[in-house]
Every structure is written in structure tokens, then in C-alpha cells.
């Protein structure tokens, strides 16, 4: 399994430091843990799941898909507030129009 936390997480491009940060472990317990020389709790791979937007069986039995991405978007986005989807979404809207006119 410690590869594949280390897999997901450069898939979605966080730092071992954000992911330390977001789940309140140290950077040093990450590197522990993606090289194996750490056991990982349950509980701690609840909030690995969670926070890279997977489920737990995911992580576990190695059935990581490619919309790891999508879904960890999809889950952030849905904590913002609904000014910030606003802007989020006319950033994105410009972006592709902006993509579409070269």
C-alpha cells in the first residue's frame, strides 16, 4: 500500500509537506510511511482516502484509478464556499475559451 499512497500523491502533484500538513503528521512520517518502513492505522487511511479522493479499498487492494484527480477536485470543490466555486468556475470558463481561441 505504500506505494500506491505514494503513487496517488504525485498523480494529484502534493508535496509530501501539504499532504503532512493536511492529515497533522510531519513530513518525516510521510516519507515513513510511503517507504514502508511505517505501518499505517485505519484510521489514518480513512483520512488518506479521503483526502486524496479515493476509497479506502482503493488503497488497499491497488484499484487506483485515473480519476483520482478528478474526484479529489471534486471533493475540494465542494467544501468552498459558493463565492469561491463562482470564481473557481469563471476561471475555468475563461481558461477554456481563452484555449479554444488560439
Not at 74 to 95: G, P
Amino acid at each position: 500500500m505504500n506505494e500506491r499512497l505514494k503513487q496517488v500523491r504525485k498523480s494529484l502533484k502534493l508535496s509530501q509537506e501539504f499532504v503532512a500538513r493536511q492529515l497533522e503528521m510531519t513530513r518525516t512520517t510521510i516519507v515513513a510511511i510511503e517507504a514502508g518502513t511505517r505501518k499505517v492505522t485505519a484510521d489514518e487511511v480513512k483520512k488518506f482516502a479521503k483526502l486524496y479522493g479515493v476509497s479506502t479499498d482503493e488503497l488497499l487492494y491497488g484499484n487506483v484509478t485515473e480519476d483520482a484527480e478528478v474526484r479529489a477536485f471534486a471533493r475540494t470543490f465542494s467544501e468552498l464556499s459558493d463565492q469561491d466555486k463562482k470564481e473557481i468556475m469563471n476561471l475555468m470558463n475563461f481558461k477554456k475559451r481563452y484555449k479554444e481561441s488560439l
